[in-house]
């Protein structure tokens, strides 16, 4: 039966959790932080997530002037009530104006 094995995985990765937890120090995992992991960044190199990735500031995305520029675009076509992205016109980028012209070919 399959729900046992299920089981012991889900125990088992339970319980490798909590002897990693123990092992940075930490009680929970809501403490973890991006300088706790690491990640190989070439045959030499380690570097923990802080330093690989770029991370958001606590309420950064409430300003839209605040949102970063690599994400800006994605921000503007995500919704909250729907999975469905928004198109250019939708989301407000590329200026307002349709990425179609009129004949359906793409903007030149």
């Given at each position: 039966?399959?729900?046992?094995?299920?089981?012991?995985?889900?125990?088992?990765?339970?319980?490798?959790?909590?002897?990693?937890?123990c092992a940075m120090g930490l009680t929970h995992p809501s403490e973890i932080r991006p300088?706790?992991?690491?990640r190989r960044v070439d045959?030499?190199?380690?570097r923990h997530f802080g330093e690989v990735y770029d991370y958001l500031r606590r309420d950064q995305l409430i300003e839209d002037d605040a949102v970063p520029e690599d994400l800006r675009?994605?921000?503007h076509a995500a919704s909250a009530?729907?999975?469905?992205?928004?198109?250019?016109?939708e989301a407000g980028i590329h200026g307002g104006q349709s990425l179609r012209t009129d004949a359906g070919r793409g903007a030149a």
């Open positions: 039966d399959k729900a046992p094995r299920i089981e012991r995985f889900h125990r088992a990765t339970v319980h490798s959790l909590l002897d990693m937890l300088h706790h992991v690491f045959d030499l190199r380690v675009s994605q921000w009530d729907t999975w469905r992205m928004k198109t250019g016109e």
